[in-house]
């Protein structure tokens, strides 16, 4: 398997701009998580999903971001409108916890985005 | 409200030594406790999950032990080598499957 993919890698654009993040998790894992890090704050949760639904979005900072799971392969994180404070690396995570007992999360390589 | 901290933040040693790495938390009804990897400007690699029933892991020079009921971990990483140079982040999982991370500790192995 290629592991977590994450796309775009980098991502600088204007405030005000949309931005959309995209993430293909591990085939066969059910669950799928989007951090954010940054230096101030470190690797915070924004939001989770279990088979494609959303399950606990309460770290997701404001109304501004949103996340969706319309199947299985596939999830979004958009920030509409974008403001230079959401500057950070956003990552991609999944596991299989159908499956396996270890709970352990495998991680996408990151989108670093610049918010100008 | 489960806390995460790893102390030091910051470590320089001379190639060869041992490396102690220190991770605590504040809740102790965690899932498992992962131990992470990150080089500057990279994504995490996982290095080792220890389970909340079991002490401790090992993988090559790589040791982490658990203990629950003090809030504590620690990873030995043995002989250390300059590309042992990263940020070591520690991460407790609770019953729901959500990670809190430590701030990391960042490792430099001088030649």
């Known amino acids: 398997d290629a592991g977590v993919i994450q796309s775009p890698r980098h991502e600088v654009t204007e405030m005000g701009q949309e931005v959309t993040l995209r993430c293909k998790p591990i085939s066969g894992h059910d669950y799928l998580f989007w951090y954010r890090q940054t230096m101030m704050r470190g690797l915070e949760l924004l939001i989770y999903?279990?088979?494609?639904?959303?399950?606990?979005d309460s770290g997701m900072p404001e109304d501004r971001f949103s996340a969706k799971m319309p199947n299985a392969s596939f999830s979004t994180l958009k920030i509409q409108p974008s403001e230079p404070r959401d500057s950070a690396v956003y990552f991609c995570a999944s596991n299989d916890r159908l499956h396996s007992s270890y709970n352990e999360q495998f991680f996408g390589p990151g989108t670093r985005l610049t918010v100008l | 409200k489960q806390e995460v901290t790893q102390i030091p933040a910051a470590l320089s040693v001379p190639e060869g030594e041992n490396l102690v790495l220190n991770c605590s938390f504040t809740?102790?009804?965690?899932?498992?406790l992962q131990w992470f990897r990150q080089d500057p400007g990279k994504g995490l690699t996982s290095l080792l999950l220890i389970q909340s029933s079991q002490r401790e892991q090992t993988s090559g020079r790589l040791n982490a032990s658990l203990d629950k009921s003090s809030g504590r971990s620690t990873l030995y990483i043995a002989a250390s080598q300059p590309g042992d140079s990263a940020t070591y982040l520690c991460?407790?999982?609770?019953?729901?499957?959500?990670?809190?991370f430590g701030a990391g500790t960042q490792v430099v192995v001088t030649p």
């Open positions: 991460a407790v999982t609770d019953s729901w499957g959500k990670l809190q």
């Open positions: 809740d102790s009804a965690i899932y498992n």
């Open positions: 999903f279990n088979n494609n639904v959303p399950i606990d």
